[in-house]
């Protein structure tokens, strides 16, 4: 301020943490205003600089830096780095999922998402949840290696928060495990067309909005099941054909 030419008011301000800026509160008095007088039986106090340094040291990373991390090596919007940056639990919980599933971004939606949602329906701490980290983790694998589908994942997800098993005992117990049999997905999919040959009729025609009716269709005939992607490509290829 004073090098902008501005003057030092003395006063109390106030902190704004939606903004992260301070505001003026009040003006503030001399010290002599206020009765203040030297302590007499206070004895002086030396502070070395190895102690302070010690102490900084021993800071925890605060959420600021936390957030600018988050952004800046981790690649997550701001948004993100916000929501898992508001408590330190919350951001604990985050990390310890990346030590076993290291894709920042997959994670935090996870974390955002369905962690958050069944926490806040059962009224519980981050610190007490049932889906551990690397429980999480292990979802998200599960997902990667096309196992199961990001749908079916979510389902997976609500009984490991019912019963702490672990994501691969789930799948195996509820048979969720996704279909990417080319054969079994091109068998739905003759099913489907033919049940519905109006609509293909129409898609052929130039009515192309129609291909998610039919995406619709055969994952609901596969109970969720089927391989998404393989779907959409075996999908295309029919209609066009």
Not at 61 to 89: I, N
Not at 159 to 167: A, N, S
Not at 175 to 198: C, F, H, K, P, W
Request: with cysteine.
């Amino acid at each position: 301020m004073i090098e902008d030419g501005g003057k030092i008011v003395q006063e109390t301000r106030l902190f704004d943490p939606n903004t992260g800026v301070t505001r003026s509160m009040r003006g503030k008095e001399e010290a002599h205003d206020y009765r203040y007088f030297p302590d007499p039986d206070l004895v002086p106090l030396v502070i070395s600089n190895d102690w302070v340094e010690d102490v900084r040291l021993g800071l925890p990373e605060l959420p600021e830096a936390k957030r600018l991390r988050y952004m800046d090596e981790l690649g997550l919007p701001a948004y993100d780095a916000e929501v898992l940056t508001a408590s330190r639990e919350l951001a604990d919980y985050f990390e310890a999922c990346l030590e076993f599933h290291s894709q920042p971004k997959p994670v935090a939606n996870w974390v955002m998402g369905e962690v958050t949602r069944a926490l806040n329906e059962e009224s519980r701490s981050i610190t007490d949840t049932p889906v551990t980290p690397q429980l999480l983790a292990e979802l998200l694998q599960l997902i990667d290696k096309g196992t199961i589908s990001g749908k079916i994942a979510k389902t997976v997800f609500d009984e490991m928060w019912r019963t702490g098993k672990p994501p691969a005992q789930v799948v195996e117990e509820k048979g969720l495990v996704q279909v990417s049999d080319t054969g079994e997905i091109e068998r739905i999919i003759d099913e489907v067309l033919a049940r519905e040959a109006g609509q293909v009729a129409e898609y052929r025609s130039g009515k192309d909005k129609l291909f998610g009716f039919f995406v619709g269709q055969v994952m609901r005939a596969s109970k969720g099941k089927a391989n998404p992607a393989v779907v959409n490509e075996l999908l295309l290829k029919k209609l066009q054909g």
